[in-house]
């Protein structure tokens, strides 16, 4: 009966020995693809996207963002979210290099991508 279970457990180890599965702290499953396919959802969607666009409008689309910012100035009200769209470094790191940046004034899409994040500094 040791040798039954012994066996059993060995083979049982072998065959599951090339399955591993990754959980973040959130709980969401991270293989070796999904940065890729979540940058390449993420760039699909802002192709489609149009300036006017709500803030709402935008989340319903992409989802929650990697990183989001808020700015406030005399009159206007400037929300930024980072969308990984590429890979920079393959750290298992998202970090905001790897991103586009979508820029809202006053809750509408102003513009996207470095150009719009530079003019709300300037």
Not at 28 to 46: C, E, I, P, T, Y
Not at 51 to 75: R, W
Not at 87 to 101: H, M, N, W
């Amino acid at each position: 009966m040791n040798k039954l279970l012994a066996a059993t457990t060995l083979c049982t180890s072998l065959f599951l020995s090339g399955c591993v599965i990754s959980v973040d702290a959130d709980g969401d499953f991270d293989h070796s693809s999904s940065w890729h396919d979540n940058a390449k959802k993420n760039r699909k969607h802002l192709s489609q996207l149009q300036p006017g666009t709500t803030y709402e409008q935008v989340l319903s689309t992409m989802g929650i963002a990697d990183f989001n910012e808020f700015y406030k100035t005399n009159a206007d009200r400037y929300q930024v979210l980072y969308y990984r769209t590429q890979r920079v470094e393959s750290d298992g790191i998202t970090k905001k290099d790897e991103c586009t940046p979508l820029v809202f004034k006053n809750g509408a899409l102003a513009g996207w991508g470095d150009s719009a994040y530079k003019m709300i500094n300037n």
